[in-house]
């Protein structure tokens, strides 16, 4: 079996992408202040510097931040209280989107480090290379 390669980096940063364009024009439908959105997109990366980012406690606040259970969680809340998307709970919440969005379009987040994918690669070759032990096994008895 032929393993498919992939181009992980480009999926996620037109990934994205379309999350940046959907939550950014989202929020411009929200008639909030056009000036929140540079602020809340790139404040996050300004508070959490390198130094906090590389300490334990600030990666793991960078990885909840930086995906998209808590502010889906966050959006949950909003959409419940707030209908109409007037509030600015929903407009700070889809810059939230757009700022994760704008992570993953250049390249940056956790995401991308691949550990998860490349361990269950390196898993699938060495499962496969076992297989096919045991099958030359078994054609040398068979003979």
């Known amino acids: 079996m032929e393993i498919i390669p992939r181009r992980k980096g480009a999926i996620l940063r037109l990934e994205g992408f379309v999350l940046l364009l959907a939550a ?3 929020f411009v439908k929200t008639g909030q202040p056009l000036w929140w959105a540079a602020v809340i997109i790139l404040l996050p990366d300004f508070l959490l510097t390198k130094r906090v980012k590389e ?4 990666g793991r606040i960078y ?10 969680f966050v959006m949950f ?3 419940i209280s707030d209908y109409e998307f007037v509030m600015p709970l929903t407009a700070i919440t889809l810059l939230w989107f757009s700022h994760i969005g704008f992570d993953r379009l250049i390249g940056r987040g956790e995401k991308y480090d691949g550990a998860f994918v490349d361990k269950q690669l390196a898993m699938a070759e060495v499962l496969k290379s076992q297989m096919m032990d045991i099958q030359n096994n078994n054609s040398r ?3």
């Open 141 to 143: 008895w068979g003979d």
């Open 55 to 58: 300490s334990k406690i600030g």
């Open 24 to 26: 950014t024009t989202s």
């Open 63 to 72: 990885d909840i931040t930086h995906t998209y259970p808590l502010p889906s």
């Open 77 to 79: 809340i909003a959409v």
